[in-house]
């Protein structure tokens, strides 16, 4: 999973974008391209989602991947409307084969040592820990971590700007998820560009 793994160092910080109208897809896209965030993770919770994955796929420089990918009907809708890598909440076995076997950049979600050793039998290191505070925050990922050493994560849900540094501190975290960077409503692109050039600037 080279292409995912590549994902992950490409930012310290990938937008979780929940967006509802198609027509704040390119603004978002643009600020958030140039304020540093090239990968963009637009979760499929919405009735525009797969349009917004369309839309800010035509953004230059942007990498586009859809998140709250549940199964197999999802993740060929994704690919479909564009998305170049793939996000789940969870790991099941029927996504993660579909997703191998379409070659797309995977992610899925793991909150505990099962999780991951299931992943590891299907070839997979590259993980989200979801929902990352909730889950035990910082002290259950350094535990988990411990005893898989090749392992590497993008923890998300809970995390702020102001929490963030610490994660992305851990050796076993590539970049963190982030719904901070794009507040809901009608995007403010000179807040969304202002907030992903300080979230570009976190890793140290």
Known sequence: MTGIDALMRSVPVIPVLVIEEVEHAEPIARALVEGGLTALEVTLRTPAALDVIRAMS???GAVVGAGTVLNERDLDAAIEAG???I???GLTA??????LKRGIPYLPGVSNAADIMRGLDHGLDRFKFFPAEAS???K???ALAAPFGQVRFCPTGGISEATAPEWL???AVLCVGGSWVVKPGA???DAIRKCALVATGLRG
């Open 94 to 99: 029927p996504l993660t084969e579909a997703a």
């Open 136 to 138: 035990g925050g910082i």
């Open 87 to 89: 996000v789940s909440p």
């Open 140 to 142: 259950a990922l350094k």
């Open 187 to 189: 995007p403010d692109v």
């Open 58 to 60: 035509r953004v230059e």
């Open 169 to 171: 501190a851990l050796g």
């Open 83 to 85: 998305a170049t890598f």
